[in-house]
């Protein structure tokens, strides 16, 4: 008597795999119940102390006040300050820098200096 493979459903085969799954269901129900009738409270850990959730500025500005500020430079004072207060610039070294003349002597050290040049040209000795 051997029963060779057919073309409908093995019902068998579905009543046993229906009855494991009932079985394993029935089993996890009662290791449920029991769990539950035996849990102890469980030690909780302690809380960690609530930080108020911070908004993104928050956190910014916090990280903000740890970083060092940088140096700022100082300006210099304009020439027409440097005149009135009398203080002359200063080097890397810090010697002070000798006054600048202003635009009007220069002009006129200039246009002498243009006419020297001039003579020495009539002169043919440049």
Known sequence: NVKLGGLGPDYEAIKEKKQKLKLQ??????IK????????????LPEKPQVIPSVTRQKALEYAKKIPKPKTFMTRPSGKEV?????LPQTRNGS????????????????????VVAAFQTLHIL
């Open 96 to 115: 002070s820098l000798p006054k600048i003349p202003s635009l009007e002597t220069l002009w006129n050290r200039h246009e002498k200096e243009k006419e």
């Open 25 to 30: 269901k029935e089993y996890s129900r009662q």
């Open 83 to 87: 005149e009135k207060k009398g203080i």
């Open 33 to 44: 119940e029991y769990n539950m009738k035996n849990i102890t409270f469980v030690q909780r």
